[in-house]
């Protein structure tokens, strides 16, 4: 299945992420293997996601600070349902919650509501489970637990697990809705300021090193756009700019939808 970004364009930025966070590149491949193994029985074929985004409008929604704003102003458009939706993580939650709305795909490493990410799953969301080697337990105790599963590495592939590019939840979930051909791309919830949003995960060790890692998103998700020729828009309510995302208001998506 190709990617979004072919896996020599990508090394330039894991062996900057790794140097930066003092990842274990090795840790990393291992926990792509673990994940390979766990997912033997239970996994689906990417050709699956690809009939469920390809030519379609995404919507991914992130964990940021506006996430719950920006549901609101969509869905009182009513435009949820005129969208494949993408949650990142933690946004699981609040698309469940406040929003009464099943993602379509759901991409985490397992750091959200666990509950919530079980449930989503049982409604039917495709899970796109990453490993790394930080989340190596967690992938050995919940994984086998999940139906309909794809997993992700941010090294080397394997079996069942691809690499399409990405770090953290939320621009991974926009390198997979770009190669899974979706038609067009929208975010939302996505702040990527110095705030850290409520839904982002259960717990943030370090304020610092998510804040480094939403501006690594950012800068991986302008370099994304430089390289798509679709059009990518941004209605989140509050936070960065990025470059390459038209920002846009709910209202002005809902005429560009019709």
């Not at 330039?12 to 997912?39: H, M, V």
């Not at 799953?121 to 139906?147: A, C, Q, T, W």
């Not at 069942?160 to 953290?168: A, D, E, Q, R, S």
Request: with cysteine; hydrophobic share 45%; charged share 25%.
């Amino acid at each position: 299945m190709d990617a979004a970004v072919s896996l020599q364009e990508w090394w330039p930025w894991y062996n900057r992420i790794a140097e930066e966070f003092g990842y274990d590149p090795g840790k990393d491949q291992l926990a792509a293997d673990i994940l390979s193994r766990l997912i033997s029985q239970n996994s689906i074929d990417p050709r699956f996601l690809k009939d469920i985004i390809s030519d379609k409008p995404v919507l991914v929604f992130g964990a940021g600070p506006s996430l719950e704003e920006d549901l609101q102003r969509l869905a009182e458009l009513g435009l949820l349902g005129k969208f494949v939706i993408v949650s990142a993580d933690g946004a699981t939650t609040a698309l469940l919650k406040v929003a009464k709305v099943t993602p379509e795909v759901v991409v985490s490493d397992l750091d959200g509501n666990l509950k919530d990410l079980f449930h989503a799953n049982r409604l039917g969301s495709v899970m796109v489970i990453h490993g790394h080697g930080d989340n190596i337990n967690r992938l050995k105790r919940y994984v086998p637990r999940f139906e309909k599963v794809i997993g992700t590495t941010q090294v080397e592939p394997r079996p069942n697990v691809y690499n399409f590019g990405g770090f953290t939840d939320g621009d991974r979930a926009v390198f997979l809705a770009i190669a899974m051909e979706a038609k067009l791309v929208v975010l939302a919830g996505m702040d990527l300021g110095r705030t850290v949003g409520k839904y982002s995960k259960r717990r943030v060790k370090s304020v610092h090193t998510k804040i480094l890692k939403l501006k690594i998103c950012k800068e991986l998700l302008e370099w994304l756009a430089s390289r798509v020729k679709f059009p990518l828009y941004n209605v989140t309510a509050h936070g960065e700019r990025i470059k390459g995302f038209t920002d846009i208001t709910p209202s002005e998506l809902a005429r560009i939808m019709g």
